[in-house]
């Protein structure tokens, strides 16, 4: 199976900046998109940004001009630099990836276990 594990989240004043890693292990056989949802307290899972095997990139409009997403796919690593942090970026921020464990397996959602992001005001 697949592994996602982040890190890099934390405490951060407004305005300031924080970037989020991701890498996935485990059995890979392919790994098609990759991205960053985040779930507010009280709130849904929202996507913050995705990021496909060909560097197309798709993200929220509340984040568009402040965050940044990237992807290694050597390395099956993806980033989310993330500038200009405001409260309401708050979140705990999961990374994703749509990707098979073997050659015969069809693909489907991973998700990590989440990183807390605090930005106060």
């Known amino acids: 199976q697949v592994q996602l594990v982040e890190s890099g989240g934390g405490l951060v004043q407004a305005g300031g900046s924080l970037t989020l890693s991701c890498a996935a292990s485990?059995?890979?056989?392919?790994?098609?998109?990759m991205g960053w949802y985040r779930q507010a307290p009280g709130k849904q899972r929202e996507l913050v940004a995705t990021?496909?095997?060909?560097?197309?990139?798709n993200y929220a409009d509340s984040v568009k001009g402040r965050f940044t997403i990237s992807r290694d796919n050597a390395k099956n690593t993806v980033l989310l630099q993330m500038n200009s942090l405001k409260s309401e970026d708050t979140a705990v921020y999961s990374c994703?990836?749509?990707?098979?464990?073997?050659?015969?397996?069809?693909?489907?959602?991973?998700w990590g276990q989440g990183t807390q992001v605090t930005v106060s005001s």
């Open positions: 485990g059995t890979i056989f392919r790994i098609d998109t």
């Open positions: 994703y990836a749509y990707a098979a464990p073997g050659r015969w397996y069809r693909k489907q959602d991973y």
């Open positions: 990021v496909t095997t060909s560097d197309i990139t």
